[in-house]
Each structure stands twice: as C-alpha cells, then as structure tokens.
C-alpha cells in the first residue's frame, strides 16, 4: 500500500517563528504536492514538485517555499508564520505512470499560528 | 480557467436512502473527474472516477455520473450508511497535471 507520512498530527507555533513541515512518501512516485484545507474553500494547492530539485507555485503560493532534495521527502517551509497560514496542511503524491493521476494523501498536519 | 463547484457545502439524509452529491465543472482539459473522501483528522481517500469516454461508472454502493452537455457530474451512493459521513470533494486534473479541487460537501447520514 502507498503510504504517506507527515511529520507532525498537530503543531502550534508562534507568530514569526519558522516552520517546516515534512512529508515523506515510500512508493516511489514522481510528484508531491502541499495543500492546505480550510472549510468552505476546500483543498488549495500551494506548490507542487515532478521531480527532485523541482517546484512550481500552486494556487497560493505566497508566504510559503517548499524543498524537494529527495525522491521521497518534500518539505513546506512557512518563513514567518502568520495566523492566517493556521489550516490544515495535506500532503500528496502521485505516480507518472498512472494515466490519471489518482493522489494518494498524508494524514494532514493542523497547525495553529498564534 | 478551470472550475470545479460544488455548490451545496453540505448534505443529510436517512440511513438507507441515496444520497446524491453534485459537481459542476467550467473548462475541463482530460475529461477525467475524481470524487475523494475525507474524514475529519485524516487526508482525503481516492474514491471513485469517470472519464469522458462513459457516462456513469459503478463501484458497489458508488456511482458516478457525468453529463458532458451540461458540464455536471453527481455521486450517487445507495443505501447510504453511517459510515459514508465524510466530506466528499470532487475533483478534476489539471493542465499541469495538478488535481483541482472543489470545496467539498459534507454529508450526514442519520441512523
């Protein structure tokens, strides 16, 4: 089975600090995604990666960078935490190789910015 | 640009009865919709999808319909049960291969 990780379930964090959030998937899959989900606006794509050492801006980017050093990790970095960025975090990936591009997601990270 | 609506955030009926959760879509670039489902404190689960090519697809107590002309497709889910209460996204691929996503609708299903 695909699994997909997350390294935290639920982080609370301070305004300004830094932040990184760590997915980590063990199938091999090409592409890995980061949204976020807040009620009444369902899941919004912040950034994506085909490939190690590859990103691109989702649909909200800002206030957000993310890492892809490794085929299996692919971390979110919040620079100044802002209490607007307190959602829910859903990492995804996916294989290349599967005609459409079925997501296979994490558990999710609840961050609370205060 | 593509869209995905769902425009009933939420849903409830009867225990053994359908439910009926729809989707309407703008610009669609692979004809290919996925429904997922997600519980609270867990990611969303792949759940059943339709391509252009059929109309309705079928998978045990699930079923998708698409219509192309009107650019909406619904789930349908017969009997429904306790267990089905989650939130249903509906979702289409992307023209970066991304899946976009619509906000969801949450459906109770009453004992």
């Known amino acids: 089975d695909v699994k997909v990780t997350q390294s935290s379930r639920y982080l609370v964090k301070r305004t300004g600090e830094k932040v990184f959030l760590e997915c980590v998937q063990d199938?091999?899959?090409?592409?890995m995604f980061w949204y976020r989900q807040d009620p009444g606006l369902g899941l919004r794509l912040i950034y994506f990666?085909?490939?190690?050492?590859?990103?691109e801006k989702g649909d909200i980017p800002e206030g957000y960078s993310v890492s892809r050093e490794k085929k299996e990790r692919f971390s979110l970095i919040l620079e100044s935490a802002s209490t607007n960025q307190t959602s829910m975090y859903l990492c995804?990936?996916?294989?290349?190789?599967?005609?459409?591009?079925?997501?296979?997601f994490g558990p999710g990270t609840r961050l609370t910015v205060l | 640009d593509q869209q995905v609506k769902q425009n009933s955030p939420s849903l409830s009926v009867q225990e053994g009865r359908i439910s009926i959760l729809n989707c309407d879509y703008t610009?669609?670039?692979?004809?290919?919709f996925l429904w997922y489902k997600k519980y609270p404190a867990e990611g969303p689960t792949f759940l059943i999808s339709?391509?252009?090519?059929?109309d309705k697809n079928e998978d045990g107590r699930f079923t998708v319909f698409l219509n192309k002309s009107a650019k909406h497709l619904s789930l349908h889910i017969v009997p429904s049960q306790p267990g089905d209460s989650a939130v249903y996204f509906c979702?289409?691929?992307?023209?970066?291969?991304?899946?976009?996503f619509g906000k969801g609708t949450k459906l109770s299903v009453k004992p």
């Open positions: 995804a990936s996916s294989d290349t190789l599967t005609p459409y591009n079925e997501q296979f």
């Open positions: 199938m091999d899959h090409e592409n």
């Open positions: 990666s085909y490939d190690v050492k590859m990103k």
């Open positions: 610009n669609s670039m692979f004809d290919y």
């Open positions: 339709i391509s252009s090519i059929k």
């Open positions: 979702a289409e691929i992307g023209s970066q291969g991304n899946l976009i």
